[in-house]
């Protein structure tokens, strides 16, 4: 059974969070006193993480729970072909895990990513492995709705490393896969509605942009644009500096669809790109001291962007400035030298590898680190 | 004097309240640092009181009301930056101000003003997002309306992340279908010419500001567009991508949404003061001149926004002027082409695009329409709000000293890694049902380890495999030897094999011994070997042996396991025996894969791999 420990915040005035806060600045180690951040153990190594759409009723029996209360689900990352993904809500008012165990259920090889439905309703979860499958969760148990599998043959399905999920047409989800395709399923249909040869090597992630219009990133280090009204051509927005760096990473920031956000192998910088100015970054942040992991921009602001690493650093980033340093005044050749500063940190105990900012509820951050989760307040 | 030109903000002003009929209209935007209203924009549609002219050209109203708008900004910025310049620096014709009417001030005064939101009027609007309507403004308390001094009716409607103020000096009711019409007025602005979305790129630059903003083309063309244009290209003749693509283009009229792509770009130019001075000039005349009506001419199709080019043409060196006006004369005839071009809707692509660009381009503006049309309808706040229970704290530069907390020998983005490059051999490993156990320590031990790079993982994929064959291999050759075998259990019976064949290796030492009186050793043997494959059958159960013993001393056994069969023949050595043996396994269609003769047992034992499945179907 997984553990549940939270933090319950201080009943301190402001100024004595402030005081605690400066402390923890100045620590290298997380301090278990942070107030804000939420933590939930698991037995096991966690990789996948969602948060549930826009709040709904949680019927099960943890209806204690408030509506409109976020709801994770998380996926385990075992080695193995046995692994888990449990569903844990999170009560806010008394700020504490309430995991649901109804709702748990064993998955086949770990889950690359987990998404829900980008509608509250009907409450779908969907998982990408081997194959992308959909679950529902129902009030009672998940049970596996369907299982979207391209293996025309019976035997290998090249696995699945990443999939999103189209919030403007939700009958859509593209994959990304290691055989260098990305493939879009109707999930009403349960059928493959076209299928591309995206990139030269391994696609490693995908995002929407629109209702059809979608970017990829693959192991060739290029980021491209595709438009499922036109599939004969993809145009490269970005690829990155030294030749063949896999690109691990895509986040299509999806308040102003100008801009998306790549990360590299091995690279503590996060490429920030503008569609409309191909291969030209806006920004590059820089301020990461390890490999980054993993970005999420936020859901509510339309120019800040969240992003963790292999330094336990999870930091937030205004890119206000960032979007100015392409000029030659002083104070953006300043900027562009230096790069740009985040606004905010959190420090993690250990190398944070997922990172996700809820959608429904914009003040709350998810990290995954070892066999945590944690919940941060922005 | 030559009418000045507008920002299409202006003209959108001026025609919603030219459309009313109503006394002057004004946008207040948004201050991002101070977080209050400013001015924006203004038209005054007023009655005017004296009109100075150097030459007598008539003017139409329309030009004269623009005109006038005009003249009142550099008033009143001729005003605020004090006397001592006053003579010095306005032309003959600008207004002095005895000029003005009641009306005329009352606008001038409004371009002072600054709102909090929620202050004043335009601040309630901003702060409710919904329009505010104000008649008998002139009545009212100051606290209200603080400019109460001729307007008798003021209406303010937040758009666009600011506030479109309206007022005149009639009084007129409140009327929603007019508010309504002054937004249709703007939106429709916005949907002929589509937009690049906003994102802030100078904070300290409130006018570039306002027209990032609301970027819209402009039409005519003037001596400060120009140079802005040579400052905006030549930040582009720097980037040496954009060169390329450029080049690529060689198309003489450019869509409206390629425009977009270079819109934000060029917003981030306009606000930069030019201190490319130096290149700005070297680079102009290096530009090939097919060239650069190209380049010209995408970006003479960027919204140039009046407000920062006043801005910037303050910031512009004096030697500048000329050599910028060398080159403006030669782009005034492509100004007009492009002039016309754009009157075009935005479907129309009858240029010659180079393919990939124009589906491109046509995929970004769909992008670009459809987030602009999201942001009418909810407009997203540009500021993340942290609470006071923020788990984060305030990041400071100071953090740099501090140490990387890692976690020891593993590389970096190992789990990231793992999920990505190491899916397809987890997946292979654990699908391949039939590998040996052995092999999946080994895969363990390889995840462990880490592999880092990708070309070190497909070599360790390469490895693992040739390993795997190898070990296939031998296992094959151990099976040959020891009969009996199947792949699962085939250490154990190889240690039951080995434990048997040393106990006969001691019993046969203990029969040499007597051996003088054993001639019937084949006899003995026999039975031997029976007894021992007989122990080999208890061992294990899963084969089904033919043990058959002819007469003449000549054994066979066969085993079958899955698709190998291992046959066993014990005879007496006789040349060319073999051979024949090999024949007649041929003829009955056995493939034989490897054979081990041992002479010392008298023992043939052959392994045969069946290829034909019916000749074992009976077993």
Request: glycine share 4%.
């Amino acid at each position: 059974m997984p553990m549940i420990s939270s933090n319950p915040p201080s009943g301190g005035n402001k100024a004595q969070q402030q005081q605690q806060q400066e402390e923890m600045e100045s620590s290298t180690q997380e301090s278990p006193l942070n107030p804000n951040a939420f933590t939930f153990d698991l037995p096991h190594p966690v990789y996948a993480m969602a948060f549930s759409p826009s709040p709904f009723a949680v019927a099960s029996s943890c209806s204690a729970v408030a509506a409109a209360s976020p709801r994770l689900a998380l996926g385990s990352f075992v080695e193995e072909y046995g692994n888990r993904v449990d569903v844990v809500a999170f009560d806010e008012d008394a700020l504490a895990f309430r995991p649901d165990p109804a709702l748990s259920f064993d998955h086949p090889y770990p889950p690359t990513k987990l998404m829900f439905h980008p509608s509250p309703l009907p409450p779908l979860l969907a998982s990408a492995s081997d194959s992308l499958r959909l679950w529902h969760l129902g009030p009672e148990t998940a049970e596996l709705r369907s299982v979207l599998d391209n293996s025309k043959s019976s035997g290998y399905c090249a696995p699945l490393t990443s999939f999103d999920w189209n919030d403007e047409e939700p009958r859509r989800i593209g994959t990304s896969s290691i055989d260098t395709t990305c493939t879009i399923w109707d999930v009403e249909r349960c059928a493959i509605e076209t299928q591309l040869i995206a990139h030269d090597k391994e696609v490693y992630d995908i995002a929407w942009g629109q209702a059809g219009v979608f970017a990829s990133v693959s192991a060739d280090g290029s980021v491209r644009i595709f438009d499922l009204r036109d599939k004969e051509h993809s145009t490269i927005v970005y690829e990155s500096p030294r030749p063949d760096t896999p690109l691990l990473r895509l986040a299509w920031n999806k308040v102003d669809r100008c801009y998306m956000a790549t990360t590299m192998m091995d690279s503590n910088r996060v490429v920030v790109l503008d569609i409309r100015s191909p291969a030209a970054p806006v920004a590059e942040l820089q301020r990461h001291r390890a490999s980054v992991n993993a970005i999420a921009w936020a859901p509510q602001a339309s120019r800040h962007i969240c992003s963790a690493g292999d330094d336990g650093q999870a930091l937030i980033w205004e890119l206000a400035a960032a979007a100015a340093a392409g000029g030659s005044s002083e104070a953006a050749i300043t900027a562009a030298l230096e790069g740009i500063d985040p606004i905010l940190v959190y420090t993690a105990g250990a190398e944070i590898n997922q990172l996700q900012w809820s959608a429904a509820h914009h003040d709350w951050v998810g990290i995954a680190f070892s066999n945590k989760v944690q919940l941060l307040r922005v | 004097m030559v009418a000045p030109p507008s920002t299409s903000l202006q003209q959108t002003l001026q025609a919603v309240v030219q459309s009313v009929q109503w006394t002057y209209s004004l946008f207040w935007q948004p201050c991002p640092q101070q977080g209050i209203l400013v001015w924006g924009d203004g038209y005054y549609n007023g009655s005017i009181k004296t009109r100075k002219t150097v030459q007598p050209v008539e003017v139409s109203t329309e030009e004269a009301s623009l005109q006038r708008s005009q003249q009142l900004r550099e008033l009143y910025e001729s005003l605020s930056s004090g006397e001592a310049n006053l003579p010095a620096r306005r032309p003959c014709a600008a207004l002095s101000p005895e000029d003005l009417t009641e009306a005329e001030w009352f606008y001038l005064m409004c371009i002072s003003f600054s709102f909090p939101p929620g202050v004043g009027l335009p601040g309630k609007a901003f702060a409710r997002q919904r329009p505010v309507w104000l008649t008998r403004a002139n009545e009212v308390d100051s606290k209200v309306f603080s400019r109460a001094i001729l307007a008798k009716t003021v209406a303010c409607i937040p758009l666009m992340d600011g506030v479109l103020e309206l007022g005149n000096i009639e009084k007129v009711e409140e009327d929603m279908a007019l508010i309504q019409h002054a937004k249709r007025h703007f939106m429709d602005h916005f949907d002929a010419h589509t937009k690049p979305a906003l994102s802030e790129h100078s904070t300290s630059n409130q006018f570039a500001r306002a027209d990032h903003h609301h970027p819209l083309y402009q039409q005519p063309p003037i001596m400060q567009q120009m140079n802005m244009d040579i400052h905006a290209s030549n930040q582009e003749e720097d980037d040496a991508h954009d060169e390329e693509e450029d080049n690529d283009e060689g198309d003489e009229i450019e869509g409206s949404s390629r425009s977009e792509l270079r819109a934000m770009k060029y917003s981030v130019d306009v606000s930069v003061p030019p201190g490319l001075t130096v290149s700005a000039a070297a680079a102009a005349e290096t530009i090939p001149a097919a060239e650069a009506s190209e380049l010209m001419q995408l970006e003479m199709s960027e919204d140039i926004r009046v407000g920062s080019i006043s801005d910037c043409s303050n910031n512009l060196d004096a030697e500048q002027m000329p050599a910028a006006q060398s080159i403006c004369k030669h782009w005034n005839c492509l100004l007009e082409d492009l002039g016309n071009g754009f009157q075009q809707p935005l479907g129309t692509q009858e240029q010659d695009f180079s393919p990939e660009d124009a589906h491109y381009s046509e995929t970004v503006s769909s992008v670009l329409r459809h987030n602009l049309k999201r942001w009418v309808g909810s407009s997203p706040l540009s500021y993340v709000i942290q609470s006071q229970k923020s788990a984060f704290s305030r990041w400071s530069s100071k953090r740099d000293r501090l140490p990387v907390c890692s976690r020891g020998s593993c590389t970096s983005q190992w789990l990231l890694k793992s999920v990505v490059l190491n899916i397809r051999d987890l997946h292979c490993k654990l699908s391949d049902g039939s590998s040996p156990k052995s092999t999946d320590g080994e895969g363990g031990n390889r995840f462990q380890k880490g592999t880092a790079q990708e070309e070190i993982n497909a070599n360790h994929v390469l490895a693992e495999r040739r390993r795997r064959e190898k070990l296939n291999e031998r296992f094959m050759i151990l099976r040959s030897l020891v009969p009996f075998m199947d792949k699962a259990s085939i250490l154990g019976d190889t240690i039951e094999y080995v434990k048997q064949l040393r106990k006969r290796i001691q019993d046969l030492e203990a029969r040499n011994r007597q051996s003088d009186r054993r001639l019937k050793a084949m006899e003995v043997d026999k039975p031997d070997y029976a007894v021992n494959y007989k122990l080999d059958n208890h061992v294990v159960d899963k084969r089904k042996p033919q043990v058959l013993e002819g007469s003449n001393g000549v054994g066979v056994h066969a085993s079958v396991v899955e698709e190998d069969a291992l046959l066993e023949l014990q005879c007496s050595h006789k040349d060319g025996l073999l051979l024949k043996v090999l024949q007649g396994l041929h003829e009955l269609g056995l493939e034989v894969s490897s054979v081990k003769e041992v002479h010392g047992k008298r023992v043939n034992i052959a392994d045969v791999k069946k290829t034909i499945d019916q000749i074992f179907s009976d077993h």
